[in-house]
Each structure stands twice: as C-alpha cells, then as structure tokens.
C-alpha cells in the first residue's frame, strides 16, 4: 500500500507539533490507558519526546507523525538507535489512531522505520508488546519479527505489564 494522495511521513518537532500531538493522543486513548492506566497529558509528549534507551540520548531518537490530507495526525512513531547493540535499532512507539487501526498504514510506517534503520546499518530491530496488546504482538510478528524474552512486570505510570521483547534480523531475507 502507497499512500493516498496529500498523506505524508515527516519529523515530529518539540514544541511545534503538541497542538496535532495532544489531539492524536485524545482520540487514541485507549493505548496510552492500556499502557499506563492513566489518560494521556502533557506529559504523554513530554515522554515521547524524552525518552530514549538505556545510555542512549533523547536527541538521537527519530519521532515521525502520519498526516491525512488535511493535515491531521493519524499516526506517530519513536525509533532510537544504538540499543540494546550497537547495531541495533529500538521501535519505542507505533500507533495509530483508532479508525486507521487494520487499514494498511501501520505497516506504512514500519517500513519507514526499517528503511531509517537500514539507513544507519542497523542489522536488527526490536521493539517490546505489552502482554495485554495481543493484536499488536500479532501486527509485529506478521511483520516478521520473532520473540526473543520477557520482562519482570514493570509499573508504567498505574499499570503493571509484563513485556515481550521481539526482534527482527534486519539481514536474514525479508517477506515481500
């Protein structure tokens, strides 16, 4: 799937972008409540923006936004680089509103993400599912991504998950 025309991919900037961010966040609730239990705030930005992976520095991260053609965040994703290998690129956040859920552009953005990985001779790419988030964990692995471990449960804002770390070989054959 291509994108229709007028819809794009671009940076997401700090602090231009909060107005279409916290309108995003409010109509896709529902994971940032699965994920912490709390409604998204402020602070929701605040975190994409900065959080970044154990010794890794929240300036190196790549946020990405998915604009309709009017303009309106439909879509939005974090990537960092450099954990947990040095080769390795980290897919901290995909989400989509809830109408575009199942409509092709999730995979839209992920090949964006393991084209910027690719960009940066990453070899794999992980990313974490909730336990909860069983139709995210079934996106990922038809994407090709396989497990690899789980986490201890761990306390997110009010919710407790356990978390599933899956990975890519970014060098093994890709399904076309």
């Excluded at 994108?3 to 279409?20: A, C, F, H, Q, S």
């Excluded at 409540?33 to 705030?41: A, D, I, K, N, V």
């Excluded at 497990?147 to 997110?156: A, F, G, K, M, N």
Aim: charged fraction near 20%; include cysteine; proline fraction near 7%.
């Amino acid at each position: 799937m291509i994108l229709p025309v007028g819809w794009y991919i671009r940076d997401l900037n700090d602090p231009n972008d909060r107005p279409e961010m916290r309108d995003f966040y409010a109509r896709a609730s529902d994971y940032v409540m699965l994920e912490t239990g709390l409604c998204p705030c402020e602070d929701t930005i605040d975190e994409l923006f900065q959080n970044a992976p154990p010794g890794g520095n929240p300036a190196d991260c790549i946020h990405l936004g998915l604009f309709d053609n009017q303009g309106v965040i439909q879509g939005l994703c974090e990537q960092s680089f450099g954990y947990p290998n040095p080769d390795s690129s980290y897919l901290g956040l995909l989400i989509l509103s809830p109408d575009m859920r199942g409509s092709g552009y999730g995979p839209i953005l992920f090949e964006r993400m393991k084209e910027i990985a690719i960009q940066k001779n990453c070899s794999e790419l992980f990313i974490a599912v909730l336990d909860a988030n069983t139709r995210g964990r079934a996106f990922w692995e038809r994407m090709g991504f396989k497990y690899q471990l789980s986490s201890d449960p761990i306390t997110t804002g009010v919710a407790t998950h356990v978390r599933h770390r899956l990975r890519l070989d970014l060098n093994a054959p890709q399904k076309g």
